[in-house]
């Protein structure tokens, strides 16, 4: 380079700010230092919504929820009788804290019994595979709690 003032400007497209440094002395045999400080650019997010929410359902008050086999591994013991997955119920909306009701001898499989959205809890009906889990002489208990498996790989 020949010797004079120069002016240095330093730009990248993205992450940082450009950045100009004016008057800068070149002379013969000497080094010039410049030290450019990295300055955030501006940031800028874009969201693209592709589909309308999904319309609210009206027609009834129920509420139908699914508990994923990944739920069910990381229960943690809720119940006198070890894990239940019932305990996952308080994570539906409107759920109330779930509970074991009645003695061993009238309730053996130690089911758990909860209440969605102040409704008594004789309206719940639990299904396992899509069989209704129904005790006839407490209705708000499910009749069997099967027992928590696991899969060898």
Request: aromatic letters at 8%; hydrophobic letters at 35%.
């Amino acid at each position: 380079m020949l010797p004079g003032a120069y002016t240095i400007s330093v730009g990248a497209k993205g992450n940082f700010g450009a950045f100009t440094e004016k008057d800068v002395r070149v002379e013969v045999n000497r080094q010039v230092r410049i030290d450019i400080p990295l300055q955030p650019g501006a940031v800028t997010t874009q969201i693209t919504v592709t589909e309308a929410p999904p319309e609210l359902q009206t027609e009834t008050a129920e509420v139908n929820s699914e508990i994923s086999q990944a739920q069910l591994n990381a229960l943690p013991i809720t119940s006198s009788a070890g894990r239940n997955y019932q305990a996952l119920y308080t994570i539906i909306p409107g759920a109330s804290a779930v509970q074991e009701k009645n003695s061993t001898s009238a309730n053996p499989s130690r089911s758990m019994s909860v209440n969605i959205n102040g409704a008594s809890y004789n309206g719940n009906t639990t299904r396992i595979d899509g069989a209704v889990n129904y005790y006839g002489w407490l209705p708000y208990l499910i009749a069997y709690v099967p027992p928590r498996t696991t899969s060898k790989t």
